[in-house]
């Protein structure tokens, strides 16, 4: 018999058994519950009447108002008949109670019947108490037989299925079990002999195939995880980018050609040693290992290293291998694999568009100046009287070179960061003074874009920071204007200076629309406007603000949401 029609049968036969003790022990509760409101109701009331009639009567002499008692329970009483004989007593009672009419106090012999007509009625509902108690004693009888009956029923078989079933399903199981630790083992010869057809009998089938089937693979494995080895090895070593494999003690597990070239050494001189033993004597391997506690830069630089006599440019990734074992949850970390991608293609394309844009820039720069200058000349007096188109058109070639000479600056600023030839000339600095001046160079934009501009400046002494002022102050320059441009006419830019722990935090805050928080993150990327903005630009005014901020050690970020302006600050450590 299948294991599922065995629990099915068993408990399917206890649950019918507790539903039938619970049907009979409803059953015969309401029943006592009947009996006990029967002898309440019917009885025991006709009792309480009677004997306040009684009361009635003996107390007439002493009491005016027994009479009215006497009466109201005698109308209780007509309307409390239940017992056979009941309604022929109470008519004899009610018609010598109207003889007695008037004088109710007469102690004669109508008096005397009366009190023997309620004794009557009352000997009647005892006997009635009597009778229904014992059909109430009868009923709790044949409630507890028949509850005893079927709990020993349930009890038994509950009983019979703690003891079998149990057993019925752990032997195999553990059977089972074993047998799995035994294939774990890699003893494939393990079987597993189930005579029941039952689910275990299948599964023991099942679990027999997969033995013979794992006993004929482990046969083969060995080849195939040589095959599958050298493989891996012939992809590895084909691969044009360094490759070294570490395990989890740091020993080099793998090392393929152009890893081997670019560090000096011998193959047998690096599988299976200490990364960290090799190290001590090989420079680049030092600079390229790393142990738990070293901290990976956000953006770390390229690696130039002297390949076969030309400099060639790498950039270092470090994967970490984990893997979760079988049968288990949490995972293993087996080691680590060190890759370096050959960027020198794309680093000799990065100089050549640096070399060509600084020198594009410095080439535009002295043609715009030129023509400021002769901007200049048409704007005076001397040069003649301009009407209006003439005054718009000046205006309009003045915006433009402007808007040209800002943008060869800042390619020329980029070039600079990018060749690595950024200059900082350190000095100690005044927050505030570095404000008033930033606030004054805006101010004429200000003006322009009717925007007004509020400093919330540290009162009282500050310290000094030391910073690179020019390159520090051109950053501050650059936020508020971009805060005027992106304000509404007629708002407010704030320019706040706070103590930030062991920093001095600038900040340039504007009520403008704001910036969808997924561009935050890109915001400060080369070339890159937010879309849907109406400003006209190079990208690079922010980039080179990071390269300046972060050249000194600072932070630089923003805060902003849509419809809610924006705040862009940066943090100077002090000195």
């Known amino acids: 018999m299948r294991i599922k029609t065995k629990l099915t049968l068993g408990v399917g036969l206890l649950l019918l058994l507790i539903i039938l003790l619970a049907v009979v022990s409803g059953g015969y509760v309401l029943t006592l519950k009947e009996d006990t409101n029967n002898i309440l109701v019917a009885n025991y009331n006709s009792l309480d009447y009677s004997r306040k009639m009684l009361l009635a009567l003996d107390e007439e002499e002493k009491d005016k108002t027994a009479e009215k008692r006497f009466r109201e329970n005698l109308n209780l009483q007509n309307k409390n008949i239940t017992e056979s004989g009941e309604r022929e007593i109470m008519e004899r009672l009610n018609d010598h109670v109207r003889e007695l009419g008037e004088d109710f106090t007469l102690k004669n012999r109508t008096h005397q019947l009366v009190r023997?007509?309620?004794?009557?009625?009352?000997?009647?509902?005892?006997?009635?108490?009597?009778?229904?108690?014992?059909?109430?004693?009868?009923?709790?009888?044949?409630?507890?037989?028949?509850?005893?009956?079927?709990?020993?029923?349930?009890?038994?078989?509950?009983?019979?299925?703690?003891?079998?079933?149990?057993?019925?399903?752990?032997?195999?199981?553990?059977?089972?079990?074993?047998?799995?630790?035994?294939?774990?083992?890699?003893?494939?010869?393990?079987?597993?002999?189930?005579?029941?057809?039952?689910?275990?009998g299948d599964l023991a089938k099942s679990f027999n195939v997969m033995a013979e089937k794992l006993d004929e693979y482990n046969s083969t494995q060995l080849a195939e995880v040589l095959y599958e080895k050298k493989r891996i090895e012939t992809l590895i070593n084909s691969m044009n980018d360094p490759v070294i494999g570490l395990d989890e003690k740091q020993l080099i597990m793998f090392v393929n050609d152009k890893a081997i070239n670019i560090l000096g050494l011998s193959k047998t001189?690096?599988?299976?040693?200490?990364?960290?033993?090799?190290?001590?004597?090989?420079?680049?391997?030092?600079?390229?290992?790393?142990?738990?506690?070293?901290?990976?830069?956000?953006?770390?630089?390229?690696?130039?290293?002297?390949?076969n006599g030309k400099e060639q440019y790498f950039e270092k990734e470090q994967v970490t291998i984990s893997i979760t074992p079988t049968g288990e949850s949490e995972k293993h970390t087996i080691g680590d694999v060190i890759i370096l991608r050959n960027i020198t293609s794309f680093k000799e394309l990065e100089f050549a568009k640096t070399n060509f844009m600084a020198t594009i820039s410095h080439e535009l720069k002295t043609p715009i100046s030129s023509i400021k200058m002769?901007?200049?000349?048409?704007?005076?007096?001397?040069?003649?009287?301009?009407?209006?188109?003439?005054?718009?058109?000046?205006?309009?070639?003045?915006?433009?070179?402007?808007?040209?000479?800002?943008?060869?600056?800042?390619?020329?600023?980029?070039?600079?960061?990018?060749?690595?030839?950024?200059?900082?000339?350190?000095?100690?600095?005044?927050?505030?003074?570095?404000?008033?001046?930033?606030?004054?160079?805006?101010?004429?934009?200000?003006?322009?874009?009717?925007?007004?501009?509020?400093?919330?400046?540290?009162?009282?002494?500050?310290?000094?920071?030391?910073?690179?002022?020019?390159?520090?102050?051109?950053?501050?320059?650059?936020?508020?204007?971009?805060?005027?441009?992106?304000?509404?006419?007629?708002?407010?830019?704030?320019?706040?200076?706070?103590?930030?722990?062991?920093?001095?935090r600038f900040a340039v805050t504007d009520k403008g629309k704001g910036i969808d928080p997924k561009y935050t993150t890109r915001i400060f990327d080369r070339y890159f406007q937010v879309p849907g903005s109406s400003k006209s630009g190079s990208g690079l005014g922010l980039a080179i603000c990071r390269e300046f901020i972060e050249a000194q050690g600072g932070t630089i970020g923003v805060d902003s949401q849509p419809g809610e302006g924006s705040t862009f600050y940066f943090l100077i450590e002090q000195k």
């Not at 009647?124 to 009923?139: G, T």
């Not at 200490?274 to 953006?299: C, F, G, H, M, Y």
């Not at 200000?446 to 400046?457: G, H, L, P, S």
Request: aromatic share 4%; with cysteine; net charge negative.
């Open 269 to 307: 001189d690096l599988m299976g040693k200490s990364a960290q033993e090799v190290a001590l004597s090989n420079d680049l391997l030092r600079s390229l290992i790393r142990t738990a506690s070293d901290k990976e830069p956000k953006q770390p630089a390229p690696i130039n290293i002297f390949v």
């Open 374 to 504: 002769s901007l200049q000349l048409l704007e005076k007096e001397g040069g003649g009287i301009h009407n209006p188109e003439q005054q718009q058109l000046i205006q309009s070639i003045k915006e433009d070179s402007d808007r040209l000479l800002k943008i060869t600056g800042e390619l020329l600023n980029l070039s600079q960061i990018e060749t690595g030839n950024i200059q900082l000339v350190l000095q100690s600095s005044n927050p505030n003074d570095m404000i008033t001046h930033a606030v004054e160079a805006a101010a004429k934009e200000a003006e322009r874009y009717e925007v007004d501009i509020q400093v919330n400046a540290i009162t009282g002494d500050i310290p000094e920071i030391f910073v690179d002022t020019d390159k520090t102050q051109w950053v501050l320059i650059n936020l508020l204007v971009n805060a005027i441009h992106y304000s509404p006419v007629g708002g407010t830019v704030t320019v706040s200076l706070e103590q930030h722990e062991n920093s001095v």
């Open 116 to 200: 023997q007509d309620l004794l009557e009625i009352m000997r009647l509902n005892m006997s009635a108490i009597q009778r229904k108690s014992d059909l109430a004693n009868q009923s709790t009888h044949s409630a507890l037989f028949w509850i005893v009956g079927t709990g020993s029923a349930c009890f038994l078989i509950a009983f019979i299925l703690l003891v079998q079933l149990p057993r019925n399903i752990a032997r195999p199981i553990k059977e089972l079990t074993e047998s799995i630790r035994q294939i774990a083992s890699r003893n494939y010869k393990q079987r597993v002999a189930f005579e029941s057809h039952n689910e275990f």
